[in-house]
C-alpha cells in the first residue's frame, strides 16, 4: 500500500504547488486566475508529464479554443445572465444559458479535434466562459493567461527536478510499476 501511497501524495502535492503559483497571483491582484478548469489541468501535467494532452501547445491551444467558443457562445446565444444569478426555471435567460453552454462544449471538441489540440480540461473552460462566469474579453485574455502561467511553472519544476534529482523526472504512471 504504502508503494501507491508515496506516488498518490506526490501527484497531490505537486499538483497543488501547480495551483499555488495561480492562487497567489488571484489573491495578490484580485483578479480571477484561479477557476476550476485549472486543477484538471494540474492533475493532467502532473500524473501524465509526457503524455500528448499534457503538452505546452495543447494545453494553451485547447484552452484559447474554449476561450473563444465560450465568447463566441456567450455572446450570441446567451446575451447576458450568469450562473451566480441563476435565471427563473424555465426563464428564457435561463435556456438561453443552457444552449451557450452546449453549443461552447460542441464547438470547443470540434476546434479541438480540428486542430489537433485535444485538452479535455478545456472543456470545463468553454463552460466558466459560456456560463457568464468569466465571459468578458478581458477575463477570456485572464483565463490563458493564468494557463501559461501554470504550463510555465510545470516546466520551471521539471526543469528544476532534472537539475536536483534526475533520476525523479518521471512522476507519471511509469514510476509506479
Known amino acids: ?18 495551483l499555488l503559483v495561480c492562487g497567489g ?9 484561479l477557476f476550476p478548469s485549472l486543477g484538471p ?19 494553451l491551444g485547447g484552452h484559447t479554443i474554449g476561450v473563444v467558443a465560450g465568447l463566441v457562445c456567450y455572446w450570441v446565444v446567451a446575451g447576458s445572465g450568469t450562473l451566480t444569478a441563476p435565471p427563473p426555471s424555465g ?13 461552447s ?3 470547443t471538441s470540434v476546434g479541438m ?6 485538452h479535455a480540461p478545456a472543456c470545463a473552460t468553454t463552460l466558466i466562459v459560456s456560463l ?3 465571459s468578458t474579453l478581458r477575463r477570456g485574455v485572464l483565463v490563458i493567461a493564468a494557463v501559461a502561467v501554470l504550463v510555465a511553472a510545470h516546466h520551471a519544476g521539471r526543469l528544476l527536478i532534472t537539475r ?9 504512471p511509469s514510476r509506479r510499476s
Do not use: N
Not at 41 to 59: I, K, M
Not at 164 to 172: F, N
Open 1 to 18: 500500500m504504502a508503494r501507491f501511497l508515496r506516488p498518490s501524495i506526490r501527484t497531490g502535492f505537486v499538483a497543488g504547488v501547480l
Open 25 to 33: 497571483a488571484a489573491w495578490l491582484t484580485g483578479l480571477p486566475a
Open 41 to 59: 489541468t494540474a492533475y493532467v501535467l502532473v500524473e501524465r508529464p509526457g503524455a500528448p494532452e499534457s503538452r505546452s501547445r495543447r494545453v
Open 91 to 103: 426563464s428564457l435567460a435561463g435556456l438561453r444559458l443552457a444552449a451557450a453552454g452546449v453549443a
Open 105 to 107: 462544449v460542441g464547438l
Open 113 to 118: 479535434l480540428a486542430t489537433d489540440l485535444r
Open 132 to 134: 457568464g462566469l468569466l
Open 164 to 172: 536536483v534529482h534526475p533520476e525523479d523526472l518521471s512522476l507519471g
